[in-house]
């Protein structure tokens, strides 16, 4: 991905699955760390940036902001 703007509230594809199943996570946070929530089962996750930029494979639903 060239240089994708992430925001709260996305959906993102990851490429590995949490244990329950879900590839997919709800941005909570962003910055230097993210902080996820898997779709599947509602558990919470920080990640460094570095980290999150490797796995991340697909925004699925990308939130409009709001002015």
């Not at 996305?10 to 329950?20: E, G, L, S, T």
């Amino acid at each position: 991905m060239a240089n994708p703007t992430y925001a709260v509230g996305d959906i993102v594809r990851m490429k590995k699955a949490h244990p329950c199943g879900s590839h997919e996570w709800e941005i909570l946070r962003t910055g230097m760390d993210f902080r996820l929530k898997c779709q599947g089962c509602g558990h919470l996750v920080m990640m460094p940036r570095t980290k999150f930029e490797r796995l991340v494979r697909e925004i699925v639903h990308h939130v409009e902001a709001v002015e």
